[in-house]
Every structure is written in C-alpha cells, then in structure tokens.
C-alpha cells in the first residue's frame, strides 16, 4: 500500500529530539503559555519575516481571531474564496459577517484576482485569499485593491508554510496572515495549534488578549476573549520540528518535479507554479477528466488519494441559506476533476514510478 501521507517515517527520523523536548516540557511543570510557546513565536516570527506570533489553539481560531481584532462583524462582507477548506469560510460566519465569493483560477487554483474588484461594496471590509496547497495567491494585486478600497488583507496560509510569493514568505504580506499546525500540514503538531503572524503591535497585543480570555493580567479582564492557546508541549515539539521545514518542502519540491516529470504528456493536468511563486506542495493536485474512476482503480491498486475538496464551500448545507451564487463557474467544474495524489517529503522515485504506472494503465 501506499499511503496518502507518513507521519510514521517523520517521527522516526526525529524521535530522539522529540522525546527529550517532551520530557523537558514535562518536567518543567508549566504548560500553558510559558517559555516554549514565547520562543517558539519568536522562532516563526523570524522565519516567516514578521515582527509579531500569536500562538493559537488551530488554524480556524487563528482566522476567527484575526477577523475579530480588525473588527469585522456584523453587517461586514469579506471577500474570499468557495474553493477552499471549510474552516476559511467558518471563520467569517463566526464573526457573524457575510463571504462574497470570488471564482478562483483553473491553473493555480487560487482566487482569481481580476474578478475581485466587482465584488467589492461599500459593506466589504477585507479580502481572504487562501494560498490553497501551497501555491501563494497573487498578492500584489491584492494589495493594491486593498489600498484603494481602504481593506485589510488576512491571509489563510495554513496550507503554505514556507511559501514564497516573489521572495516573501506568505503570511508576512497582509495585515494577518493565519497558519495551522494541524498534523498533516507541512508543519504540523502532535494534535492542533495555530498562529497569527503580524507587523502590527497593537494587533499582537489584541490577539495575546483574546486568545486568553480577554485579559493580559491574571483575573483582569479588558474584554470578552475565547480560550484558545499554543500548548507548551506542542510549540517545544514545533521549535523543533520547524528546523527541518525548508528541507521537507525541498524533499516535497522534488517529489513534485518528479511526478511532473513522468505525468508529462498523459493529457492529465499538472500543478504548475507561477513565476512569482515558490509552491511548496502541501498536497499534489491533477486534474482529469476520469477523476472518480482513476480514484477507485488507484485505490484497488493500493494507492490511497483524496480530494480537496469534493464539493465547494457555497454548496454545503450549512451554506445553502446565503443563497446561489453563480458566478462560480470554475469552482464548481474543478471539484469534479481533482485528485490529490500521495504527497509527503518521505515518498521513493520508485513509489511514484509505481503511481505513475498505474495512472497511465486507468488513463
Ligand atoms: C487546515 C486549514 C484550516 C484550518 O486549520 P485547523 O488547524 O485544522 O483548524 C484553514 N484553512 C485551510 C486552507 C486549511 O487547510
């Protein structure tokens, strides 16, 4: 069998480091917002390029969070994307303000920056582009947009650590840029985590608020927060996994290549990678004709796949009541033509030759 993805392999190419660093947390008796999760907000702030981290309990109260220190709420709109993990969509309903979705491009499939300016009203408030598997969306654009309309830009990076977007890290771009440390993403946890990253003071300090409660002085409380920390087991755990992230999104880039290189000329469509990116493959996406039938005869053969995602965010019950929106014509084909194959930095050349094979005998 090959699988879809091996934490398996990770933890053992690291387990000694990560045995000590556990017992080091234990024994210091201090689990929640202590030394670790300072330092390892330093260390991410340093990688990613930002002045300020905000360690969070996921990546889905890492966009909720940064939504609510702008201030958006009720009777804003927030212009993102359908195409995309629920979770970026989740965090605008739960500020109780409204998604306008933008259609995203065929190639990246990233939001399509020239369909944002006519969805932009005097109710919209910010723009949520989602660097979907980890490929940056095209910020500059954005940006520009941003200022003319006075908007702020919150980035959803949690599938793109480590992603460039002409030579800046993703997440340092926009006002906020949000990542999860979920177990499967390119930087991942031993159970969940998130950040905020941020060049605004204030806003750091908002966001070390609201993540505990409201309150910066034990049993002093400025306003009504949430819970929703770091861990100190998992921030010891991500200082030292993060170490080792440039060279998994290498081994991840090279995987890539590879299949790109032997998928050439089968018709099926590739990933590509914008000259102003650095893609860094938090999952390998093809797109054909044949999906669900590729995917089961993948699957007889022992090849695990998934789909991100089957069906788009508008489309879900819990979405239904905003209402059909119809502009969404890509959206709406690629989810039937896209497949994720096994993408992670441990897989062999002769597992992809294998996948390969077998897609070729299907196609
Ligand atoms: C994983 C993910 C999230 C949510 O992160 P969690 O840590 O699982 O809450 C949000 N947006 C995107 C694009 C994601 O891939």
Not at 232 to 258: D, F, G, M, P, S
Request: proline content about 3%; charged content about 25%; aromatic content about 10%.
């Amino acid at each position: 069998m090959i699988p879809f993805i091996d934490l398996k392999t990770e933890y053992a190419e690291i387990s000694e480091e990560i045995t000590e660093t556990v017992q080091r947390v234990l024994k210091s008796g201090w689990f929640i917002l202590g030394e670790e999760v300072k330092r390892f907000e330093e260390d991410f702030s340093k990688y990613i390029g930002t002045k300020y981290s905000v360690g969070v309990n996921s990546g889905s109260d890492a966009l909720f969070l940064a939504l609510k220190v702008l201030g958006i709420g009720k009777g804003d709109e927030v212009i993102t994307v359908s195409h995309t993990f629920i979770s970026t969509v989740d965090a605008i309903m739960r500020n109780g303000a409204r998604p306008v979705f933008v259609d995203i491009e065929p190639d990246t499939y990233c939001i399509d920056v020239s369909k944002i300016e006519k969805k932009i009203t005097n109710k919209t408030k910010a723009i949520l582009p989602v660097h979907l598997y980890g490929h940056p969306a095209d910020m500059e654009p954005i940006m520009k947009l941003a200022e003319k309309y006075n908007l702020f830009v919150i980035e959803d990076a949690c599938q793109a650590h480590g992603a460039e977007y002409k030579g800046k890290k993703v997440g340092s771009i926009g006002d906020l840029g949000c990542f999860s440390f979920y177990a499967v993403k390119n930087l991942g946890a031993y159970g969940d985590g998130g950040i905020v990253v941020t060049n605004d003071k204030e806003l750091a300090e908002k966001l070390k608020k609201f993540r505990n409660y409201g309150s910066s002085q034990k049993y002093h409380q400025d306003f009504i927060g949430i819970n929703s920390r770091l861990d100190e087991i998992q921030a010891a755990i991500l200082r030292v996994k993060l170490k080792y992230l440039e060279e998994w999104n290498k081994k991840r880039r090279i995987v890539a290549n590879t299949y790109n290189n032997q998928l050439k000329n089968t018709g099926i469509i590739l990933p590509i990678e914008r000259n102003f990116a650095k893609h860094v493959y938090h999952l390998y996406v093809i797109r054909c004709k044949n999906r669900d039938m590729l995917q089961q005869y993948l699957q007889k053969n022992g090849i695990q796949t998934q789909i991100h995602y089957p069906i788009p965010v508008h489309r879900q019950k819990a979405y239904l009541r905003l209402g059909h929106d119809s502009c969404l014509t890509i959206t709406e084909n690629v989810c039937n033509e896209i497949l994720s194959l096994p993408m992670h930095p441990w897989i062999s050349e002769e597992e992809i030759s294998q996948i390969v094979e077998v897609i070729k005998k299907c196609h």
